[in-house]
């Protein structure tokens, strides 16, 4: 059985960071291209940010980009979100998400393009 589990969402000021972790079990993570997907409140759920599993495919939503950082512990199985000089506008529920392929797919924000997903980690940055 596959288990994602997201943690290290808060409450941060404006301009401050925040490290996401995803943890997962019951799959070969190397096999598997990751992404990081967030819903802001009344909005759709939207891609921030895929690697794949040699963290050479990397992509990033442009409102995110220069400021998040991808990475992932294949040994460890896990992937994490390091999220720098966040804006209240970044105030949303996280989700990590895996993909079937090794690469980041040609339609990596599309949700469903992945098969397994966590329960979301909550972000609240206060302006």
């Known amino acids: 059985q596959v288990q994602m589990v997201e943690s290290g969402g808060g409450f941060v000021q404006a301009g401050e960071s925040l490290t996401l972790s995803c943890t997962t079990s019951?799959?070969?993570?190397?096999?598997?291209?990751m992404t990081w997907f967030r819903r802001r409140p009344e909005k759709e759920r939207e891609g921030v940010s895929c690697i794949g599993r040699n963290s050479v495919s990397l992509y990033y939503a442009p409102v995110v980009k220069g400021r998040f950082t991808v990475s992932r512990d294949n040994a460890k199985g896990t992937v994490s979100l390091q999220m720098d000089s966040l804006k209240p506008e970044d105030t949303a529920m996280y989700y990590c998400a895996a993909a079937t392929t090794f690469s980041c797919p040609s339609t990596w924000s599309a949700t469903t393009s992945y098969p397994y997903w966590g329960q979301g980690t909550q972000v609240t940055v206060s302006s």
């Open positions: 019951g799959l070969e993570f190397e096999n598997y291209a």
